[in-house]
């Protein structure tokens, strides 16, 4: 017996918004990662004054780097989700033991209240007064517990509730959600990225240290580097420069430091990867075994 095609077309239409449902978040979620692993990225190598696009990093390759960013990142976010939905939660159930009269004037009054925490939270973007004042963490939190406040309470001010107005109202409180979540992953991978970089340029030596052999005599800026010459054959290496520090290799190019200037941050030198040098890459040795 063939199956009857509104109910085929209603099953069809729940399996895709279940399906829609699922996808959607995982989508915001990747684009997060791979927004806040460039952010740390591009904040980390201008701080020695190298543009990250010379690394020419893929979007996969972005997305890789943010696996040590993503648990710290992912864990504040969860955090301040449980927090919204436990503060939502248990203000219903408190709500819910009120008469009727007083639950509607509650509902109204925490509507407000969300409004005036989402109109606070857009223009502290745009208001450097207000930037001044509050944190941008403390301003994407308010921004996004706001929206989801109001999503909860929209009803409470009195406009239309019908589907096509819920809908709506729910789609642009979504858009300023994923607003609070990429301005707080900036921030925070801004910080990450500018911690580092302050770490490796306090402690270069904490990095593989790098020797590098070179056909030709190179120019090396910074204060750490001794070069020497090598007696060989003149179709070999012919100089050999130590005390550089490997800090990153993408894109067939070396990024090293070979120390610092006066009144600088430590130097990068770029050189491409090419059969007239050589480079042995030997990383530091942290704790010292134990004898025996």
């Not at 639950?103 to 407000?112: D, G, I, L, Q, Y």
């Not at 012919?238 to 520090?245: A, E, F, K, N, T």
């Not at 070979?258 to 600088?264: H, I, K």
């Amino acid at each position: 017996m063939a199956e009857n095609p509104t109910k085929a077309a209603a099953r069809w239409q729940t399996l895709a918004g279940a399906i829609s449902s699922v996808v959607a978040p995982i989508t915001l979620v990747t684009a997060l990662l791979v927004y806040t692993a460039w952010t740390r990225t591009k904040t980390f190598f201008a701080y020695f004054g190298v543009d990250s696009s010379v690394l020419g990093l893929s979007v996969q390759e972005y997305l890789l780097r943010s696996a040590d960013t993503a648990f710290g990142l992912l864990a504040w976010i969860s955090v301040g989700c449980v927090t919204v939905l436990v503060a939502v939660r248990v203000g219903s159930r408190l709500i819910g033991l009120l008469e009727t009269r007083w639950r509607r004037r509650v509902h109204t009054v925490v509507a407000w209240l969300a409004l005036a925490c989402v109109l606070l939270g857009l223009l502290s973007v745009v208001w450097p007064v207000l930037s001044g004042v509050l944190s941008p963490y403390g301003s994407a939190a308010i921004l996004a517990g706001g929206s989801l406040m109001l999503a909860r309470t929209w009803r409470a001010l009195g406009h239309p509730g019908g589907p096509a107005s819920d809908d709506l109202t729910r789609a642009v409180l979504f858009v300023i959600v994923a607003l609070a979540a990429f301005w707080a992953a900036t921030d925070y991978a801004r910080d990450l990225g500018t911690r580092e970089a302050e770490n490796v340029d306090r402690r270069p030596e904490s990095l593989p240290e790098v020797d590098l052999y070179s056909k030709q005599a190179l120019d090396m800026p910074g204060n750490l580097v001794v070069s020497s010459n090598v007696p060989v054959t003149p179709s070999t290496m012919s100089y050999r420069y130590v005390g550089l520090s490997l800090l990153e290799y993408d894109n067939n190019r070396w990024l090293l430091i070979p120390g610092r200037r006066d009144g600088l941050h430590s130097s990068v030198l770029i050189l491409k990867d090419s059969d007239d040098i050589r480079v042995e890459i030997a990383s530091p040795i942290k704790d010292e075994l134990p004898e025996g």
